[in-house]
């Protein structure tokens, strides 16, 4: 097999009703990858649907021993991957076929550290909602600190900082913590603003919660070091974004 330039990274936890359509989607991407599907304990037949696509020859399916959550699963599968640049994709997400090559254009191109895309919401059943969540062009730290506009799925980032910065506090928005520490260290993150990304609401997705979301978003601030009045002041500001951008 042709050395990855990207390793994407799958946790899934049973996920049998959505994984094909999501392996499909990077099976069709135009770059040489490798996808590590980390299975965290599934109980359904997540496995055998995985099994399915084994032929392609660019999987691998990593079975954790015991539960990891999203955050241990994502990091079990950075420190497994081969590629110089680390995808990320939610099991039940799929990506447009162009989402990779260009995103790995724009790295070479800008230097930046991170490279998110634009991401369209679907129904449950895989039908679009109409709405469609754009991303700016640039995005640095202080930005981001008023707004996570950086959707876990449509990343790309050099294994070398997905190392350095693993995703902790699963008890919070863990993604949102590693590109804040990212950022904070230097550089910026480009955003493509195009809906590469296909976004499946759920039930089950901890986001969903709004109120558990935002209480998740508040604690983002504390584990970054930030006192009581600056931790209100960017939740503010990111209440004021999750209003725009579900209105």
Request: hydrophobic residues 35%; glycine residues 8%.
């Amino acid at each position: 097999m042709e050395k990855p330039l990207v390793s994407v990274i799958m946790p899934v936890y049973n996920g049998e009703k959505y994984i094909g359509k999501a392996i499909e989607s990077v099976l069709a991407q135009r770059v040489p990858l490798e996808l590590l599907v980390i299975d965290d304990c599934s109980a359904d037949e997540t496995e055998l649907t995985v099994m399915r696509y084994m032929e392609s020859g660019n999987i691998r399916y990593i079975r954790n021993k015991k539960n990891l959550g999203a955050a241990g699963s994502r990091n079990r599968g950075v420190k497994e991957a081969c590629g110089k640049y680390v995808a990320f994709l939610d099991a039940d997400d799929w990506w447009d076929e162009d989402k990779l090559a260009e995103q790995t254009v724009v790295m070479e191109q800008t230097g930046c550290v991170i490279c998110s895309t634009g991401r369209e919401l679907m129904q449950p059943d895989g039908h679009t909602t109409g709405k469609y969540i754009p991303v700016n062009e640039r995005i640095t730290y202080k930005d981001l600190l008023k707004h996570n506009s950086i959707n876990c799925s449509s990343v790309l980032l050099r294994r070398e900082d997905a190392l350095a910065f693993p995703m902790e506090h699963d008890d919070s928005h863990e993604d949102y913590i590693t590109w804040l520490k990212i950022l904070r260290r230097g550089g910026f993150a480009a955003g493509i603003n195009k809906p590469y990304l296909k976004c499946r609401l759920s039930e089950g997705g901890k986001s969903r919660n709004k109120l558990k979301s935002a209480a998740m978003t508040y604690q983002v601030y504390k584990y970054m070091g930030y006192g009581r009045l600056k931790s209100l002041l960017f939740f503010a500001s990111y209440a004021f974004h999750g209003v725009w951008k579900y209105r």
